[in-house]
């Protein structure tokens, strides 16, 4: 039976390069799936999730919070990053330890040594979420890469090039893969399409996304 239908199953490769320096590492955070939400569930109780208005005036339709030294804030007067949670005056949750040895475990095995990030931005996309190609560019340290961390529902990453208008890739990201780009991809635009409805067995309907970052 199981030669039968082995062919039927696809079979993804642990490491994939999407572009140069950049490489998807599946299944790389599985080992501490159980560590990662239990922490998440710490620091959304000091720092929740909120919606966080755009420059322009638009409410962002992805729920965001932070851990670490540093986390990204968006409002009417721009983007940026800040020790302080706006919302509860409270610098933000702590990096827990099992975050940090994923992004910096991630990171070397991208070729990215030495790679001590300060900030953790935390996205929740429901179902129909999603976020627009854009560029990570408000980082002081662009000589360090972004490590993305999904996990939850699946859902699709756009990865294009340093233009908007340059094509885009798609790839499946699902519960335990990791991506990191750096060096000469660290600007590529990339996005996530709207989410598929669906219910993960371990954190409902919902995608929870954790980039790694060196902001300052
Ligand atoms: C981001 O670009 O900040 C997040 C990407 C993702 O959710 O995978
Ligand atoms: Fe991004």
């Not at 501490?32 to 922490?39: D, G, H, N, Y």
């Not at 804030?73 to 099992?98: A, F, H, I, K, L």
């Not at 990171?107 to 953790?120: L, M, Q, R, T």
């Amino acid at each position: 039976m199981q030669d039968l239908f082995s062919d039927l199953i696809p079979v993804l490769p642990e490491r994939e390069t999407l572009a140069d320096g950049a490489l998807l590492l599946r299944g790389q955070a599985l080992g501490s799936e159980k560590e990662l939400i239990a922490s998440l569930t710490e620091i959304t109780m000091q720092a929740p999730f909120r919606h966080m208005t755009t420059p322009g005036g638009f409410t962002m339709s992805v729920a965001m919070n932070n851990c670490g030294p540093l986390g990204w804030v968006s409002d009417r007067s721009g983007y940026r990053y800040s020790p302080v949670d706006p919302q509860t005056g409270n610098n933000w949750p702590e990096m827990p330890d099992c975050f940090l040895q994923l992004a910096q475990n991630a990171a070397a095995k991208a070729g990215y040594k030495n790679f001590v990030p300060d900030a953790c931005l935390i996205n929740r996309y429901e179902p129909k979420n999603k976020l627009s190609l854009h560029q990570d560019k408000d980082e002081k340290s662009p000589e360090h890469p972004i490590v993305s961390v999904s996990l939850g529902l699946p859902a699709t990453f756009q990865f294009g090039g340093l233009k908007r208008t340059d094509p885009v890739l798609k790839y499946a990201l699902h519960h335990g893969d990791v991506v990191v780009w750096g060096g000469p991809s660290r600007l590529y635009y990339h996005g996530i399409t709207p989410l598929k409805e669906g219910e993960h067995p371990l954190l409902g309907r919902c995608r929870i996304n954790l980039t790694f970052r060196k902001a300052a």
